[in-house]
């Protein structure tokens, strides 16, 4: 459900037109819970309530603008990702990310910036052939801002540090699967994929999650899975209706 998370970009996570929205997926998800009572499913289907992240708002005097930073130069970047909030992506030309890099390291005192092998573990981010040589993230509530980006007009991001609390979000779960009335510690959203996989019988491409972290929510016995064990690919696609079962 997409919508909590455009409303909160666009009108801020404390408007009255986010809380409808989440208002709404409220009753979305009680019809959801009534219609698997009410078809008897209850002790064959399980749920999960989760989200990808939480929300932010950014001050527009708190905007962070890179093109006003001393010495720093678009003309030595051969590729940006800057209109992303509170997250940049950089590659600087040959021979000038030494430059790049100091010219930015200090350039903000609520930004941080990164060599790829030096970017913090915990974001789970920045070991993969995808990801630029440099990276820069911004303090919860500031954001980078190149004039005439779309961005512009958002209210509020989310991509911050992954440890400040406006980032985190729920979990609930119900249904055999999962234990009764456990109230489990906080733990880090990359295991629900190996949860989810566990859960379906199929077996997970490569991932960071250790689905071990989640075990204690599982019943000793676990419930019949619904699939036989197959790559997952296909069968999330088939799940996303993107290909026919
Ligand atoms: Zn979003």
């Avoid at 209109?83 to 040959?94: C, F």
Wanted: aromatic content about 8%; glycine content about 6%; charged content about 25%.
């Amino acid at each position: 459900m997409k919508l909590p998370d455009s409303a909160g970009h666009k009108y801020g996570p404390e408007s009255t037109q986010r809380k409808n929205m989440i208002k709404q997926v409220d009753r979305t998800i009680g019809y959801l819970r009534q219609r698997i009572r009410e078809s008897g499913l209850e002790s064959n289907l399980s749920l999960i309530i989760t989200s990808d992240h939480g929300m932010e708002t950014v001050i527009k005097t708190n905007e962070i603008h890179i093109q006003t930073v001393a010495n720093f130069t678009f003309k030595d970047i051969q590729f940006e990702l800057l209109d992303y909030g509170p997250n940049g992506l950089l590659v600087p030309k040959e021979g000038k990310l030494e430059h790049v890099y100091s010219v930015l390291k200090n350039a903000h005192p609520n930004l941080h910036v990164y060599k790829k092998a030096d970017f913090p573990r915990r974001f789970r981010y920045a070991n993969h052939s995808r990801i630029t040589p440099l990276l820069l993230y911004s303090d919860p509530g500031y954001a980078f801002t190149l004039s005439g980006r779309p961005t512009n007009r958002w209210k509020c991001f989310h991509g911050f540090d992954n440890e400040a609390m406006a980032m985190k979000t729920i979990f609930r779960a119900v249904g055999p699967a999962f234990r009764r009335g456990l109230l489990v510690e906080p733990f880090d959203s990359v295991h629900v994929y190996a949860l989810l996989c566990e859960l379906l019988g199929i077996t997970p491409e490569p991932h960071d999650g250790d689905l071990e972290a989640l075990r204690p929510m599982t019943p000793p016995t676990p419930p019949r899975r619904p699939f036989s064990r197959q790559p997952c690919a296909p069968v999330v696609r088939s799940l996303l209706g993107l290909v026919r079962p």
